[in-house]
C-alpha cells in the first residue's frame, strides 16, 4: 500500500495565476511540446540565439579543408558551440555518445561536387534521426536550380516525417553559382522554406537590405558563413547578421579554416550571444590565439 498524504498544510498559491510558459524562439508559439523542446535545446536560454558550427561539408565535398580530422580538429570546438550540424557517419564514427552538445543531422545528399548538386535526395529516414536522439534535422533546398521542385519535395517530406514524431527541420537556401546571393533571391527562398513548413532557415549574409529577408521570413533564420573570408570581416558579418535579425550562425569554414578555431569559435560566442562589437571581438580573438599558441 503506498503511503498516505499525511502533510496537514498544503500550499495552492490560489492567489498566483498560473503562468503560460512562453515560446522566445521565432514564429514557435503553436509546436507540440516534443518538437519545442528538441528546438529550445540548441539555443542559448539567456540570448535567445544560437552559435551551431556546420562540419558537413564531407558528404559532396569529401575531406574538406579543415575536416580531413574530425577527431584532432572538431572536437576541441565542441565545448564552445550550442549544437553541432554534421552528417550521421561521423556522428557514429567519430562524436562520442556521452556528449551533450546537441546535433543537428544533415539529412539530404547524393551528388558530390563532380556532378549536379541539387539533385539530391532525403538521405536519412526520421528514425534514425530519432534513434541519434538528433535535435532536428536539414536538408539543402534549391530554388531557382535545375532540381527545384525535387529539392523542396525533400524537404516537405522531412516535415511531414518531422510532424509525426516532433523533429524540426532546418531549411538550407542552397545558392547556385548562377544566382545572386542579394535580399531579393535570399527573401525569396527564405520565404518559401517558411511558407513550406521549415521550422528554421539556414541563409547566407547579404547586403545591402538583409533585416528585409529576416523580416519577411516567420521562423528563425541562422547565418551561413560561406567561404572562408579574414577573422575580422567574418566577425563582422556575424555581428550584422544577428543586429539585422538572424537568430543565430552555423558557421563552418570560418571557423575550421580559421589560424585559430578555438579562439575563433569563442570570439563569433561573444559576437552572437553578447553582442560584441567585431573590433573587439577581433581583438578577443588576438588575444586568445596568441595565448594559445603560447600555451602549445
Ligand atoms: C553545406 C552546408 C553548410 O553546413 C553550410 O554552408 C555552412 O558552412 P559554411 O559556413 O562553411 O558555409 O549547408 O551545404
Known amino acids: 500500500m503506498p503511503e498516505a ?34 528546438l529550445a535545446r540548441g539555443w542559448g536560454l539567456e540570448s535567445g540565439k544560437t552559435v551551431m558550427l556546420a562540419i558537413d561539408h ?66 536519412v529516414d526520421i528514425e534514425d534521426a530519432l534513434r541519434l536522439d538528433a535535435c532536428g534535422v536539414g536538408v539543402q533546398v534549391f530554388v531557382g536550380g535545375p532540381f527545384e521542385t525535387k529539392t523542396i519535395n525533400n524537404m516537405t517530406k522531412l516535415i511531414d516525417a518531422g510532424y509525426r514524431y516532433g523533429v524540426p527541420v532546418l531549411g538550407v537556401t542552397a545558392v547556385g553559382r548562377e544566382l545572386a546571393r542579394d535580399a531579393r533571391y535570399l527573401g525569396l ?61 552555423d558557421m563552418g569554414r570560418n571557423i575550421f579554416q580559421s589560424e585559430s578555431p578555438v579562439a575563433m569559435i569563442q570570439a563569433v560566442r561573444k559576437t552572437v550571444h553578447e553582442a560584441l562589437k567585431p573590433e573587439q571581438a577581433f581583438e578577443y580573438y588576438r588575444d586568445l590565439a596568441n595565448e594559445l599558441a603560447k600555451a602549445k
Request: net charge negative; charged share 20%; with cysteine.
Open 5 to 38: 498524504d499525511t502533510q496537514e498544510t498544503k500550499d495552492y498559491y490560489v492567489d498566483v495565476p498560473q503562468r503560460n510558459p512562453a515560446v522566445t524562439l521565432k514564429g514557435s508559439g503553436s509546436y507540440d511540446w516534443g518538437m519545442t523542446h528538441r
Open 58 to 123: 564531407g558528404y559532396f565535398m569529401g575531406p574538406t579543408a579543415g575536416l580531413e580530422r574530425i577527431d584532432v580538429n572538431i572536437m576541441p570546438l565542441v565545448p564552445y558551440v550550442d549544437a553541432v550540424f554534421c552528417t550521421r557517419g561521423i556522428l557514429r564514427s567519430l562524436f562520442p555518445a556521452w556528449s551533450k552538445t546537441p546535433v543537428w543531422l544533415r539529412a539530404s545528399g547524393g551528388p558530390s561536387i563532380l556532378k549536379e548538386l541539387s539533385d539530391e535526395e532525403i538521405a
Open 189 to 249: 527562398a527564405t520565404r518559401i522554406l517558411a511558407e513550406l513548413g521549415a521550422q528554421v532557415v539556414k541563409t547566407y549574409y547579404c547586403e545591402p537590405d538583409f533585416e528585409q529577408v529576416t523580416a519577411g521570413c516567420p521562423v528563425p533564420i541562422v547565418m551561413a558563413g560561406g567561404k572562408k573570408l579574414p577573422e575580422l570581416d567574418a566577425l563582422k558579418m556575424a555581428y550584422n547578421a544577428v543586429q539585422q535579425g538572424a537568430a543565430g550562425v
